[in-house]
């Protein structure tokens, strides 16, 4: 009831709402229906035309569960899918004639047809103004966004890892409802080398007075035995990884009465890396050389060495360093912008032929001549951000817990807080400062968060060995699955023909995970 109000209360027919959400709108009298759905893009939204029925729904399930609708995988997405986890371009998804509603975007249907388009403005617009000044409105929008998803609640959970991003959100819970009303969770892995982040949550716990924290402790066959499931609540392979933490962390908070948690999922991406790719790339002799660097490090770009060069400055990564996806993120917009001729020589030579392959077709063409004449920055920017490329995880985890009884809420991921948190900052910086490096977001958390958590909280790195479980225990996973996906495994084969050999050898993306 409250959401609908605020629907009615919204300007004119562009509802524009703070938090997760997924929202259909219809008016009988006039024959018109509205899909929305969130910018944080946490929820998923799914439609597909019967005829002239819709059916839409945030899981693939019920679609597919449908007589009319086909139980077949789409011939155009599924190599993207087997490759990235992902669709990078445009709203079409790995099942044949199911659509997506885009993170910010809103679907309309009348009789005349649908349009889906963009509906929350210059939201994708860096912030301007003093770093103090600005560090400050980040944690007021951060307060309003936890206050607002408490509701009327009286006690909260909040998943603590004991890093700057969760630290804060339990910072802003406790300055609302005390720390006596806050519950923090907290995971380590069982019989790991790697090290556990239990004492720095416990240390943020009792700067914060926080005394009730629940350590999951997590085996490599509990979360063995939990990935199955998770991927089908998720329906997605990608973040395969953590989909089983998701799921065991979720059924722990839920064992202790709670129905939603919060996260500090949310600050970062890699919108920043675009930014300062743009820059280089117009100036033409600085493009000239940076098509070369990336064509030299491109038979072996995760070697140490182009680690090491890129410390010195974020677009002195090779493309294909940042992330598989990432690559073909941009020179699928750098192709059809015209600034290169093709992508030959650009990606390992194992994955060029697939990489051209995905970048020539015409969904792809299409989705990047909708942007044309736009900066390079904002076409690379718009469409990372819309198909989650900077947080595949993010949708995907959340549902997790959704389907397992307890709302998962990261306020960092509210719109009014993105453009503190994932856009780059106007601001100032020489070109070896090492701040550049900095996510977006992390520059303004850190500065106001000094005196509210302990120094070693504000400077403490995130501990990538954790993130998603233990690097130990990837192979024995995949190779404990891969008997029980035998069967679907050859069923995949056909569905790449050619492809198939080139896509075996790939280290993009497990098909094992895919055949789950």
């Known amino acids: 009831a409250d959401l609908l109000s605020r629907f009615e209360r919204s300007a004119g027919d562009e509802p524009r709402l703070d938090g997760h959400y997924v929202a259909a709108c219809g008016d009988v009298g006039r024959r018109r229906l509205s899909l929305f759905r969130d910018p944080g893009g946490a929820e998923q939204l799914y439609f597909v035309r019967v005829g002239g029925l819709l059916l839409f729904s945030s899981c693939v399930k019920p679609l597919l569960a449908h007589a009319a609708v086909p139980r077949a995988v789409c011939a155009d997405t599924i190599l993207e899918y087997a490759l990235y986890g992902v669709v990078a371009f445009g709203d079409a998804t790995p099942f044949e004639g199911i659509r997506e509603v885009l993170p910010g975007h809103r679907l309309d249907v009348s009789d005349e047809g649908f349009v889906q388009r963009w509906h929350w403005g210059a939201l994708l617009t860096s912030a301007e103004g003093d770093p103090g000044d600005l560090a400050g409105q980040l944690w007021e929008r951060l307060r309003g966004g936890v206050r607002s998803a408490l509701g009327g609640d009286s006690e909260a959970a909040v998943s603590l890892s004991g890093g700057i991003d969760s630290s804060a959100v339990a910072a802003a819970l406790v300055e609302e409802l005390g720390p006596e009303r806050v519950h923090a969770f907290t995971y380590e892995f069982v019989d790991s080398p790697i090290q556990s982040e239990v004492p720095s949550a416990r240390a943020v716990c009792r700067h914060l007075g ?98 090491l060069i890129s410390r010195l400055h974020p677009a002195l990564a090779p493309l294909i360093l940042t992330s598989p996806l990432h690559g073909l993120l941009a020179l699928s917009v750098l192709r059809h912008n015209d600034l290169i001729d093709g992508l030959a020589g650009f990606c390992p030579r194992s994955a060029g032929p697939l990489i051209e392959e995905l970048a020539s077709r015409p969904r792809v063409r299409e989705a990047v001549a909708q942007l ?145």
């Open 210 to 307: 926080i005394r009730r924290h629940t350590v999951k402790r997590i085996s490599f066959e509990e979360n063995l035995e939990a990935l199955p499931e998770a991927i089908w609540m998720q329906e997605r392979a990608c973040s395969w990884g953590v989909a089983g933490v998701e799921l065991l962390m979720a059924r722990a908070v839920a064992s202790h009465g709670h129905r939603k948690y919060f996260s500090g999922f949310g600050i970062g991406g890699h919108l920043h890396y675009w930014q300062e790719l743009a820059d280089v790339l117009s100036v033409r002799p600085a493009a000239e050389m940076f098509y070369a660097y990336w064509r030299m490090a491109a038979p072996s770009p995760y070697k140490t060495r182009w680690r």
């Open 372 to 516: 044309r004449g736009q900066p390079l920055a904002a076409q690379l920017q718009f469409h990372d951000f819309v198909h989650l490329s900077s947080y595949v995880d993010r949708g995907r985890r959340d549902k997790i817990s959704r389907l397992a009884g307890v709302m998962k809420i990261s306020p960092f991921l509210f719109p009014s807080c993105l453009p503190l948190t994932v856009m780059p900052p106007r601001t100032a910086f020489s070109f070896w400062d090492s701040r550049r490096r900095l996510r977006p977001g992390k520059l303004f958390l850190q500065e106001a968060m000094k005196e509210k958590l302990p120094d070693e909280t504000v400077r403490r790195g995130k501990l990538w060995g954790v993130v998603p479980i233990p690097r130990a225990w990837v192979l024995p996973t995949l190779q404990r699955l891969a008997p029980q996906v035998a069967s679907s495994m050859e069923q995949l084969r056909p569905l790449f023909g050619e492809d198939w050999d080139l896509l075996r050898r790939q280290p993009m993306h497990d098909l094992t995970l895919l055949a789950l």
